[in-house]
């Protein structure tokens, strides 16, 4: 299979995707261009080196699980909604949030960049100033409809913000004790800014789920140790609490500085928690705002595990097993962020 007779597929992929359903419209044009950039490379192949060539093809796979996975039908949409929220307030253009449906259990980011790989190697390409921000998150198909569940998304998000303004290794440039025997700088630097990487993540999903980022680790990765890539569980934990409660933490204030020094915002606690007393008659909850939008995962969280343990709603019936409760929490959740969307759409629509 040459990488040729592969863009001939993509390219048809795109087209085919260019007409899909998707909530964002946006995604329409992504799939449009791109099959436009995959027509210009079947063109010109042979004035760009072989590699070149194979590269993008493996580029442009990439990309077309995320694509997909975002039409309508497939994607996590209450959480890409809420996750785009999240990132207006960190990155200041207009970024696309886009989602693989995974037929396992993992939540990741991808942080390659078709894109970018566009305008850097395609030097007979005029993409017309087209280089969109596409944000690739990955998460289990069976969590689409369970926004409770998709707290990890908020991490994986956070990695994106620091991979596109370096504060770990910002951070690391800035403040490292000198490297123990036995290990290289080199790789003492490198497994520092992998573990800040994870800090840095957990921090930024606890200013938007507070608690509920822990709960959701020690619920994926109750005891895992220290690794080359991940700090221990542990540690994790204690680096969030330390946040949470305003206790002071060596970690937390070289990551607030390295953020200083690259001119972003705070790590600060952006999310007020709702009282889902409603959950308990089977209504939805009214958000209020952004603080409570982002609140409710936590809120949601903790009413749904209550539940599961106490039982006291009086909706659970003594014949209701736990999914039936999972299922209902995670469903009140994911209307009362569908309501708050379409009371906003409707306001931008009635003010434009
Ligand atoms: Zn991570």
Same mark, same amino acid.
């Given at each position: ?16 995707? $260019?007409?899909?359903?998707?909530? &964002?419209?946006?995604?329409? &044009? ?14 010109? +192949?042979?004035? @760009? ?27 996590? =949409? &209450?959480?890409? @909604?809420v996750l785009r929220k ?12 886009? %989602?693989? %449906? ?30 969109? !921000? ?8 069976? /969590? ?20 596109n303004y370096k504060i ?21 630097? #490198?497994? #520092? ?13 606890? *200013? @938007? *789920? ?7 680790? *020690?619920?994926?990765?109750?005891? #895992?140790?220290?690794? =080359? ?27 607030? $500085? ?26 939805? /909850? ?7 939008? @982002?609140?409710?995962?936590?809120? +949601? ?35 009362? !962020?569908?309501? /708050? ?9 009635? #003010?434009?």
């Amino acid at each position: 299979m040459t990488p040729g007779v592969n863009l001939h597929i993509l390219a048809a992929e795109f087209t085919q995707l $260019s007409r899909s359903a998707f909530f &964002e419209p946006a995604f329409q &044009e992504f799939s449009e261009k791109t099959a436009e950039s995959i027509a210009h490379v079947l063109e010109y +192949s042979a004035s @760009y080196p072989d590699e070149i060539v194979r590269q993008f093809q493996h580029h442009v796979w990439n990309v077309l699980q995320f694509v997909s996975g975002s039409r309508s039908n497939d994607a996590p =949409h &209450e959480a890409q @909604y809420v996750l785009r929220k999240v990132l207006k307030e960190w990155i200041y253009e207009d970024a696309l949030v886009s %989602s693989a %449906s995974l037929n396992n259990f993992e939540f990741f980011v991808s942080l390659t960049d078709l894109w970018e790989f566009v305008g850097r190697a395609l030097d007979r390409y005029d993409s017309g100033g087209y280089a969109p !921000l596409v944000v690739r998150i990955g998460s289990p198909a069976a /969590y689409k409809h369970r926004p409770v569940f998709c707290v990890p998304l908020f991490h994986e998000l956070g990695h994106f913000v620091d991979h596109n303004y370096k504060i770990s290794e910002t951070s690391v440039l800035m403040n490292l004790a000198p490297a123990p025997p036995g290990i290289t700088d080199e790789q003492w630097q #490198n497994l #520092n800014v992998r573990h800040r990487m994870e800090h840095f993540a957990d921090l930024f999903a606890a *200013c @938007y *789920c507070g608690q509920a980022t822990n709960l959701s680790l *020690c619920a994926f990765a109750p005891a #895992n140790g220290d690794s =080359h890539t991940h700090p221990s569980t542990q540690r994790r934990l204690a680096v969030v609490d330390d946040f949470l409660n305003n206790r002071s933490n060596v970690i937390v204030d070289v990551l607030q $500085s390295a953020l200083v020094a690259r001119k972003q915002p705070a790590l600060s606690v952006r999310y007020s928690e709702p009282t889902l007393n409603c959950f308990d008659d089977v209504l939805t /909850y009214k958000i209020k705002d952004e603080a409570e939008l @982002y609140g409710i995962f936590l809120a +949601s969280w903790k009413y749904l595990h209550a539940q599961l343990t106490d039982r006291s709603a009086p909706w659970i019936t003594p014949d209701a097993d736990a999914s039936t409760i999972e299922k209902t929490v995670n469903d009140l959740t994911e209307k009362s !962020l569908r309501n /708050y969307e379409i009371v906003e759409r409707w306001k931008n629509a009635v #003010n434009n």
